[in-house]
């Protein structure tokens, strides 16, 4: 559309239709990315700073079999003890098993 002026002379408008819908999409881009990125961020962790490391004398294995349980310990103190299944029920040791790890966990 072109007007003419009061000194004679002829101008153009800007069709800002284009540049409002460029501007509209920008900003609805720019708020759904940083809607995304806020949740991202990982929480706060307090780490431990002077945590020993565990021996390997630390680490257990209970094994499971027809026989009943089996605790072994790695490590140069390595001791196994064999805990059968009650003869009568053939339920598997579960209280001499925590029996057997109390007594190691006040040992060490």
């Given amino acids: 559309m072109t007007n003419h002026s009061a000194s004679g002379g002829s101008y153009e408008q800007l069709n800002l239709v284009p540049y409002l819908d460029i501007m509209i999409n920008l900003v609805l881009f720019l708020l759904a990315t940083t809607s995304m990125i806020v949740p991202m961020r990982a929480p706060p962790v ?3 700073t002077n945590s020993p490391e565990p021996s ?9 079999s027809n026989a ?3 605790l072994m310990g790695s490590g140069p103190t390595a001791v196994r003890t064999d805990l059968p299944r009650d003869p009568v ?3 598997l040791p579960l209280d001499a098993l925590t029996a057997a790890l109390r007594t190691r966990r006040n040992a060490g």
């Avoid at 390997?56 to 499971?64: C, G, H, K, M, R």
């Fill in 46 to 48: 307090l780490v431990p």
């Fill in 89 to 91: 029920t053939r339920a």
């Fill in 68 to 70: 009943g349980l089996t």
């Fill in 56 to 64: 390997a004398s630390e680490f257990l294995t209970v094994a499971i």
